[in-house]
């Protein structure tokens, strides 16, 4: 499976955007998904997983409330809806896939697509 995300820019705080990351191959159904970021001179960070079929999703703590994740297997494509953008949110968002939902949320994924950059200013 290749991903590759997209939808990335430049927006000012409260600002919103969304994020595509579509794959190739015919088993996208089979992966639970996951967006992940990283800023600069940080560690990677979990931000949100979806299971196979969308009927079930996980946020970290800072974006649930202003994040939805969802997927469409139809379009081989996963999305991050991002509301209210703050400065803390700038980072390069990747996309990932795993076939355990669990391994997503540990960042324990068997494909990483390259990334998307947002960044928000303030």
């Known amino acids: 499976v290749q991903l590759q995300a997209s939808g990335g820019g430049l927006v000012q705080t409260g600002g919103s955007l969304r994020l595509s990351c579509v794959a190739s191959?015919?088993?996208?159904?089979?992966?639970?998904l996951g967006w992940f970021r990283q800023a600069p001179g940080k560690e990677r960070e979990f931000v949100a997983a979806i299971v196979r079929h969308g009927d079930s999703t996980y946020y970290q703590d800072s974006v649930k409330d202003r994040f939805t994740i969802s997927r469409d297997n139809a379009k081989n494509t996963v999305y991050l809806q991002m509301l209210s953008l703050k400065p803390e949110d700038t980072a390069v968002y990747l996309c990932?896939?795993?076939?355990?939902?669990?391994?997503?949320?540990?960042?324990?994924?068997?494909?990483w697509g390259k990334g998307t950059q947002v960044t928000v200013s303030s």
């Open positions: 191959g015919r088993t996208f159904s089979s992966y639970s």
């Open positions: 990932a896939a795993a076939t355990i939902f669990s391994r997503v949320i540990r960042g324990d994924t068997d494909y």
